[in-house]
């Protein structure tokens, strides 16, 4: 009964703006721990308008929360360094220029590495929404490039 309490309450803007683009707030220090549960309860409405703006790609909590897997990596050369994924995305990387642990492969400029796009991502696992497909561009599948 709570949750169907709680989906009835509108979404606070700051859980929202969290939501869409990992800004912290002091909401998210202060719901840490119902974080997820708010998600969940609000996360197809959020969705269905990001879709709206952007189809082909999901806000940062659906990556953070709901997202089954990474994003497939499609080639290239270089390793990435222990940080959680952003977007489906190792967002940090080995680069020639920094320190980096030992037994890493720095990112190879001439190859650096390729992954699959959101696009191709949601595509690949049937998650697009209805209508959806129709709105994506064709360069919207093509490889993202770790610059």
């Known amino acids: 009964m ?5 989906e009835r309450q ?3 803007p700051l859980a929202k703006d969290w939501f869409l683009t990992g800004k912290r707030s002091a909401w998210f220090y202060l719901h840490q721990h119902e974080r997820k ?3 969940l309860n609000h996360a197809d409405a959020v969705v269905a308008e990001w879709v709206a703006s952007w189809p082909g790609c999901r ?3 659906w990556w953070y929360y709901s997202a089954r897997e990474p ?3 499609l080639g290239g050369i270089g390793d990435s360094v222990g940080a959680p994924l952003w977007y489906g995305l190792p967002p940090a990387w080995c680069w020639p220029e920094y320190d980096h642990p030992p037994g890493t ?3 190879d400029r001439a190859d650096p590495p390729r992954f699959e796009s959101e696009a191709f991502f949601l595509r690949r696992l ?6 959806e497909a129709r709105r994506i561009r064709k360069a919207d599948f093509a490889p993202e490039v770790v610059a």
């Open 10 to 12: 509108p979404l606070d």
């Open 105 to 107: 492969v720095v990112i």
């Open 37 to 39: 549960q708010v998600w």
């Open 59 to 61: 806000p940062f909590a």
């Open 126 to 131: 049937n998650l697009l929404l209805p209508g």
């Open 2 to 6: 709570r949750a169907e309490r709680e």
């Open 71 to 73: 994003r497939q990596r």
